[in-house]
């Protein structure tokens, strides 16, 4: 379970203030999926960070009972000079797992082939995001972190994806991001609306599809 109290976040960009969280207050709760939507723009991956503890809040405070996951997917973290099976095995001591027991995981899932022994900076970015996808959910977590990742790769390869996220999903919540609404429908148990700063809670999916979709429907003159 993850509890946001009166969080708040405002970035200034080209001398405009942009609120991304307005004294937000919700409660994602333990072993279920939340889908954040909402507009380009409206906050949702500073959202994702702060969840992580990449960002800070201005101020408000997020509490978390349980491990948290940075966001799946996230390669940014991975050294360029190192291999795919060495940047694996460093992930693994970090986070007290079993380095042999990850490494064979993330070596069948992410299917690099010879690359995996490669230094990482030869990498394309497909490669990258199945590393890092597979380095994700190879480690367990209460919460897991969620920004678009099953995207990634061909059609087999996101079906692969999404069979690894619901298998860990028995097990574990998320807060995911996404635009694609098939996925949303598919993996969310709940959702919630970013909006100027706002985020509005919804138990019914569907409703919140509804409301988020009228929201993207250009303005009338």
Request: with cysteine; hydrophobic share 45%; charged share 25%.
């Amino acid at each position: 379970m993850i509890e946001l109290r009166n969080l708040c976040k405002t970035f200034v960009l080209h001398g405009r203030r942009k609120t991304v969280a307005d004294n937000i207050n919700a409660v994602f709760p333990a072993g279920k999926t939340v889908a954040i939507l909402g507009r380009n723009g409206a906050g949702k991956s500073s959202l994702l960070r702060m969840l992580a503890g990449a960002m800070e809040p201005d101020s408000g405070e997020i509490i978390a009972h349980g491990t948290v996951s940075w966001p799946v997917g996230f390669a940014g973290s991975f050294h360029p000079e190192l291999s795919g099976l060495q940047n694996t095995r460093f992930i693994a001591r970090v986070y007290g797992v079993d380095t042999d027991e990850l490494g064979a995981f993330v070596e069948e899932f992410a299917e690099l082939g010879d690359h995996f022994n490669l230094p990482f900076r030869t990498y394309s970015s497909g490669m990258r995001s199945r590393l890092a996808f597979g380095v994700s959910m190879g480690i367990h977590f209460d919460t897991y972190l969620v920004d678009e990742v099953t995207a990634v790769g061909d059609a087999a390869f996101s079906a692969k994806s999404d069979a690894v996220f619901r298998e860990r999903m028995k097990t574990s919540g998320a807060v995911m991001v996404s635009h694609a609404m098939p996925k949303v429908k598919k993996f969310a148990d709940h959702a919630a609306i970013l909006e100027d700063g706002n985020l509005t809670f919804y138990e019914d999916v569907e409703q919140a599809i509804r409301d988020h979709q009228q929201l993207m429907r250009p303005k009338s003159a």
